[in-house]
């Protein structure tokens, strides 16, 4: 069923779907509903390699594990060669083969704690596309709001980014390198074996191939490894932060990836809290010293 948002038509572009265009998706919405249960928290905090223990009924989420709810449940006829599913449906059906998630924002407004009934209420909020140096890009931003409870407030509002491309060609240059900062308060090293990876795409439900089958990210997407998930990268950062000030209270975090990180070579995850102790600036650092995400916390007063 077309959806309800019209638009002035355009001129003819390669990214237009028969009689839609992408920006027809702009408004599209959808609901998803869970429950916070504690297994799925005492495996991730297995998989940063805390021990493995299932939080009691009450117990506050910790920032962006949110994640581990609201999974996307396709049959799997759904399920496109990538390993997502066929594009079309809520998100726009773009024809461009990679896709990436490219950063987020956040403010978290309230608590979630397991055992709240939660509801994740999303809407297309842009469609843009450019041309880059590699071909046509086109972003998506999708906003999150989850309540709890019934509440009419949400408790975090999320804006997603997500960049589709085209694939690589042969003899094409990758974008400039950006130096990360050499000094840190924080540093943690990571080794992003393919068991980490499949542990963190399981307990995402992401079928996206490029996080665990080898040979289509590196024969069909022209890759020469495994990606590390995105988000899994961002959890690592605020995972550091939790580490180091356990007590603190995130307000706002926001993300941008700017290098993808492989499976390659041990990585390094950093903070760096600013002198009057509001902002921690999270950065991650591949193992020739490339800024691969760089990320901003907000904190509010400590519990």
């Known amino acids: 069923m077309p959806p309800s948002a019209r638009h002035t ?32 928290c005492a495996a991730l905090a297995a998989t940063l390699d805390h021990p493995p223990e299932r939080p009691v009924a009450g117990s ?3 920032p962006l594990w949110h994640w581990l709810y609201f999974l996307p449940l396709h049959r799997q006829s759904e399920i496109g060669p990538d390993g ?14 990679r896709r990436m998630w490219a950063g ?9 704690r397991v055992g709240d009934a939660v509801r994740r209420a999303s809407t297309i909020a842009g469609v843009s596309e450019k041309t880059g140096r590699s071909g046509p890009l086109v972003f998506v931003k999708v906003r999150h709001e989850v309540f709890c409870n019934g ?12 960049v589709y491309r085209e694939a690589a060609r042969p003899g094409e240059a990758a974008p400039p390198p ?4 050499s000094q840190s308060s924080w540093v943690r090293q990571i080794s992003p074996d393919d068991v980490l990876l499949f542990r963190y795409s399981a307990l995402t439900f992401n079928g ?30 605020m995972d550091l932060l939790r580490r180091k000030l356990p007590e603190a209270v995130v307000k706002g975090f926001e993300f941008r990836a700017v290098r993808p990180t492989f499976d390659l070579n041990p990585f390094s995850v950093h903070g760096e809290p600013s002198a009057d102790g509001r902002f921690v600036r999270l950065w991650a650092r591949d193992h020739e010293g490339w800024l691969t995400m760089d990320a901003t916390a907000e904190l509010g007063e400590s519990r």
């Open 84 to 97: 997502h599913a066929r594009r079309g449906g809520f998100m726009p059906p773009v024809p461009l083969p």
């Open 104 to 112: 987020s924002q956040f403010e978290f407004h309230s608590p979630i």
């Open 151 to 162: 509440g009419t407030e949400p408790a975090i509002t999320e804006f997603h980014d997500i």
């Open 178 to 181: 950006e130096p990360a900062p």
């Open 9 to 40: 038509p355009r001129k003819a572009n390669p990214l237009n779907t028969g009689e839609l265009k992408l920006q027809d998706w702009v408004g599209r919405s959808e609901d998803v509903h869970d429950i916070v249960t504690a297994t799925p």
């Open 208 to 237: 996206h191939r490029i996080h665990y089958d080898r040979r289509y990210v590196t024969e069909v997407e022209g890759y020469p490894g495994l990606i590390v998930h995105g988000p899994l990268i961002a959890t690592l950062l």
């Open 60 to 62: 506050v989420l910790p």
